[in-house]
């Protein structure tokens, strides 16, 4: 919906555009100064979103797939680079630019992936233990 927003705009689709844009206004703040641009219109997601959120999904295909399983300490460690560069951001120490934000979301989705397949695992893993001892 990130890229297709800006698309629709340059197709003349506004109500289609708007849609994509007012929904992921829910996910983003959308500023277009921290934004990707696509057709010289800003994209539905901020870089950092946008990063994000496509490398997690990616990032669990690749686990999954090549069946890894990294640290929790890996994982948290992928996480720190967006959460440095936000607060830093937000308190007003450094002013980051799209490149850091976009890979700081790379790396964030990939951290996330990973805990992600770390607790879904343990989760299961605990459910069927305890399936087990029942019987």
Same mark, same amino acid.
């Given at each position: 919906m990130s890229v297709l927003a800006p698309i629709c705009e340059e197709y003349k689709l506004y109500n289609l555009s708007n849609l994509f844009y007012r929904f992921l206004s829910n996910f983003c703040h959308q500023y277009p100064s921290r934004s990707l641009w696509l057709l010289n219109r800003p994209m539905g997601l901020c870089a950092r979103c946008f990063s994000m959120y496509s490398a #997690? /999904? !990616?990032? *669990? *295909? =690749? !686990?999954? #797939? !090549?069946?890894?399983?990294?640290?929790?300490? #890996?994982?948290?460690?992928?996480?720190? /680079?967006? !959460? =440095?560069?936000? #607060?830093?951001?937000?308190?007003y120490l450094t002013e980051s630019n799209n490149y850091v934000r976009f890979g700081s979301g790379v790396l964030f989705g990939i951290g996330a992936a990973g805990l992600y397949e770390h607790i879904l695992i343990d989760i299961l893993f605990e459910a069927r233990n305890k399936q087990h001892s029942i019987l």
């Amino acid at each position: 919906m990130s890229v297709l927003a800006p698309i629709c705009e340059e197709y003349k689709l506004y109500n289609l555009s708007n849609l994509f844009y007012r929904f992921l206004s829910n996910f983003c703040h959308q500023y277009p100064s921290r934004s990707l641009w696509l057709l010289n219109r800003p994209m539905g997601l901020c870089a950092r979103c946008f990063s994000m959120y496509s490398a #997690f /999904p !990616i990032a *669990l *295909l =690749v !686990i999954y #797939f !090549i069946k890894a399983r990294w640290t929790y300490l #890996f994982n948290l460690m992928l996480l720190m /680079p967006l !959460i =440095v560069d936000g #607060f830093s951001q937000y308190l007003y120490l450094t002013e980051s630019n799209n490149y850091v934000r976009f890979g700081s979301g790379v790396l964030f989705g990939i951290g996330a992936a990973g805990l992600y397949e770390h607790i879904l695992i343990d989760i299961l893993f605990e459910a069927r233990n305890k399936q087990h001892s029942i019987l």
